[in-house]
């Protein structure tokens, strides 16, 4: 079971050693990494099933990071976990690095499946829980995706799928900060109402406060409780929340920033 | 590898696609974790009595090529064995990034079965046509690519890769072939198949092409031209020591391909050719054309894939050779 400080705490934890790590170039894709830290804190300060010291054991639950170029939040939860040392959040980006700006599953432990082109993650997430139903596993797949980044037809395919094939143990959510590299999603290609698109296509769809951890955590027990559909969690979210330099600003999906800014958002975090 | 030449061309009774079919369904009986996945294509490819077999594992995509491909990468990822089938220009060009990132970049597991390679399509013409999957495929890290050359060499196909971890990629024709091994031949990946030895001239070719070059022999040897053909039937890896070989061998290369020539077999050999052992080297392919409707010999003779044009080609090479 979780607490909600402990999700809270994990969460904010998220956030501070992610800034650390991109502290370190002065460059990074900071607004995704900041909304998508609370879903994060959730699934892995409490919620996952999963075994830090055996990665790849067959019986964990799955994490498909689709909009890829969060990693590096991603990251920070693997290491405060004891996926690998603290100390290597450091490398990120840098020249042969294990953590690299997009995930890779070949070269990080914990990480699930290489994502970065978007809207691939839909599908493998889908295969890792269809695959898992045919072997006749309860083990759950979780699929965080981007609002932006569900401009892709690929995901559209996978919304089709996956009702169609009853893949009630895959939990998917999708970072709905309303911003994408260029600007606002509804200025650029506007998603309209997801949650409705979403119940259209036959999963079984809930919206919440994406930076409500308790909220977001009773959301997947509530999932949890039906076995018919696949689970689509939209979350409400705020690119580069928390973090002072990059919430509110246009042009967060790719920063550069001072040691300066990064020590000051780090210090106000904590 | 333990193979066996047939005396003559005869056509094959068993369609490629029921031979594909009915190994699927042989394999899919021992091995509970063989996944057949489709866009929309299994009655084309004959699968749907495998459908009916094994309805646990058969998973009929509809048409979306791009999730078919992410699906199955995922589904590797827990341990399955996808074999994901659909025509071979939508297998590649329609999912081409899907298959770079999710299935290469990621180390999945998948084989990808795609039909109709080239001419093969027929009467589907131009947009079903590929001349481009294989030039697609060859940049792609780790990817092997092989164009099965007929219902036997297919059949030990299927069965190795089962065994193989990797992306595969599969060059089906549907489509009854013309019989090259006898039954109970077995091939090795990555490496060619000798048909004959020659002095003259060495004919590199794939799929269809390599009984045309059966064809051109007998043209050849009415001039007084000794040809050799090998089957370069795994595009990539490509088999170098053999191609080197070849050239030190016979001096002249001539390549074969139901393809077009731009980063096809021909590319690969003249890539091969260039860093070892130069020799005069002549290519056959579609020279960077469209395809269209019509018969497949019909088709064979508009994009000079014949036995006629292997020939002439091939009497070229020994020619330029002979003037260097």
């Known amino acids: ?270 | 590898m333990s193979y066996k030449v047939c005396t003559g061309l005869e056509t094959e009774k068993l369609a490629m696609r029921d031979v594909y079919a009915a190994t699927m369904m042989d394999m899919a009986s021992q091995n509970d974790k063989i996944v057949s996945l489709d866009c929309d294509l299994m009655n084309s490819v004959g699968m749907v009595k495998f459908a009916k077999e094994f309805p646990e594992r058969t998973v009929n995509c509809g048409i979306m090529e791009a999730n078919m491909i992410g699906v199955a990468a995922g589904m590797s990822a827990v341990g399955m064995i996808p074999y994901a089938h659909t025509f071979g220009c939508f297998a590649t060009r329609r999912c081409l990034d899907q298959i770079f990132v999710s299935a290469a970049f990621a180390k999945a597991n998948v084989r990808i079965i795609g039909s109709d390679p080239g001419v093969t399509a027929a009467f589907n013409g131009a947009t079903h046509m590929p001349f481009e999957d294989i030039g697609s495929l060859r940049d792609i890290p780790g990817v092997t690519i092989i164009e099965p050359t007929d219902s036997v060499m297919l059949e030990d196909m299927i069965r190795q890769v089962e065994k193989k971890f990797g992306v595969f990629y599969i060059r089906l024709s549907r489509k009854n072939a013309i019989k090259i091994y006898e039954d109970g031949s077995t091939f090795e990946i990555g490496k060619s198949a000798t048909i004959r030895t020659g002095r003259d001239v060495t004919i590199i070719a794939s799929g269809i092409c390599v009984a045309e070059s059966v064809k051109a022999v007998e043209i050849l040897d009415g001039q007084g031209i000794d040809a050799a053909i090998l089957n370069m039937f795994t595009i990539k890896p490509i088999d170098r020591e053999a191609i080197e070989r070849a050239a030190r061998e016979t001096g002249a290369i001539v390549t074969a391909e139901n393809h077009n020539i731009i980063n096809g077999l021909g590319s690969a050999v003249a890539e091969v050719l260039a860093e070892t052992y130069p020799v005069p080297m002549e290519r056959i392919g579609v020279r960077d054309h469209f395809g269209e409707v019509g018969s497949m010999d019909y088709l064979l003779d508009k994009f000079g894939l014949s036995a006629c044009s292997i020939a002439e080609k091939a009497a070229k090479a020994v020619q330029r050779k002979k003037s260097k």
């Not at chain 1, 609002?147 to 895959?170: C, M, R, T």
């Not at chain 1, 999708?174 to 109402?193: A, E, R």
């Not at chain 1, 027990?221 to 689970?231: A, F, L, M, N, R």
């Not at chain 1, 929340?241 to 000051?264: P, R, S, V, W």
Request: hydrophobic share 35%; aromatic share 8%; with cysteine.
């Open chain 1, 1 to 270: 079971m979780y607490q909600k400080e402990e999700l809270k705490s994990f969460a904010k934890n998220i956030r501070i050693e992610a800034l650390k790590a991109f502290g370190g170039l002065g460059f990074g894709h900071v607004g995704g990494a900041m909304s998508a830290a609370d879903i994060l804190g959730v699934l892995y300060g409490g919620i996952m099933k999963i075994d830090p010291q055996n990665p790849d054991w067959e019986g964990r639950d799955y994490f498909v990071m689709s909009k890829g170029h969060a990693g590096p939040a991603l990251y920070a939860a693997l290491a405060l976990r004891g996926y690998f040392p603290m100390d290597e959040l450091k490398t990120i980006n840098t020249n042969g690095t294990r953590l690299p700006s997009h995930c890779d599953r070949n070269n990080t432990p914990g990480i699930d499946m290489s994502t970065g082109s978007l809207g691939q993650g839909m599908s493998t997430a889908i295969g890792i829980a269809h695959g898992n139903k045919m072997l006749g596993k309860r083990n759950y797949t979780y699929l965080l995706l981007g609002d932006g980044e569900s401009q892709e037809g690929q995901v559209w395919e996978g919304a089709l799928y996956a009702p169609q094939h009853n893949l009630d143990h895959l939990i998917a959510f999708i970072d709905c900060n309303k911003q994408q590299l260029d600007g606002y999603t509804k200025d650029i290609c506007d998603l309209g109402d997801l949650t409705q698109k979403f119940l259209d296509f036959g999963w079984y769809t809930m919206e919440v406060d994406g930076h409500d951890v308790e909220a977001i955590a009773d959301a997947i027990e509530s999932g949890k409780k039906q076995d018919e559909k696949p689970i689509m969690i939209i979350l409400h979210t705020q690119k580069g929340k928390g973090c002072d330099f990059a919430e509110g600003i246009l042009y967060n999906h790719h920063m550069t920033f001072t040691k300066e800014q990064c020590d000051n958002a780090i210090a106000k975090l904590s």
